[in-house]
């Protein structure tokens, strides 16, 4: 069993749903969710890579049924609450099976790699973007001058 298959099975066994999170939690993952959802076209194709519990990418569609949203996780078991509560989205851990994307986000994923390895996925995940799509990546920090900076190139 790999680590994040050990996180998740802990982390369901002590949360039963979303209102048993912190409020403070939900509430920062809310503004985050809904940054996304106003960067979102009509109609896209997207993606959430390491979509962890779901609860910004229920937040999304719960908002937005125009979006056909898949998700990808390293975890089977992350995708639970998932599954159980919006069984329309398409969830998976294996890479074989995604497609092309207007859009791939990916939220609380970076900090967790080095330079190196943040490379490596970026252009591993290029390739199920579409032409002239789109990633956006959301990350924060403890250290609270680190955040609310919007880097573009």
Avoid: P, Q
């Avoid at 069993?1 to 912190?22: G, I, P, Q, V």
């Avoid at 509560?85 to 609380?108: A, E, P, Q, R, W």
């Avoid at 199920?128 to 609310?148: H, M, W």
């Amino acid at each position: 069993m790999n680590f994040y298959d050990k996180f998740y099975k802990e982390f369901f066994r002590r949360y039963d749903n979303f209102d048993d999170l912190s409020l403070s939690w939900r509430t920062d993952k809310i503004k985050i969710a809904e940054v996304i959802e106003k960067l979102l076209h009509s109609n896209s194709n997207v993606l959430s890579y390491g979509c962890g519990i779901g609860f910004i990418e229920k937040f999304i569609v719960e908002k937005r049924s125009d979006l056909k949203l898949d998700c990808f996780d390293f975890s089977d078991i992350a995708s639970r609450g998932l599954k159980r509560d919006l069984g329309h989205i398409c969830f998976t851990s294996d890479h074989n099976s995604l497609k092309k994307y207007d859009y791939i986000f990916m939220v609380g994923l970076m900090y967790a790699l080095n330079d190196s390895d943040a490379i490596t996925l970026l252009k591993n995940i290029k390739k199920f973007l579409k032409e002239g799509g789109k990633i956006i990546i959301s990350n924060t920090s403890i250290k609270a001058r680190e955040n609310d900076k919007n880097i573009k190139s």
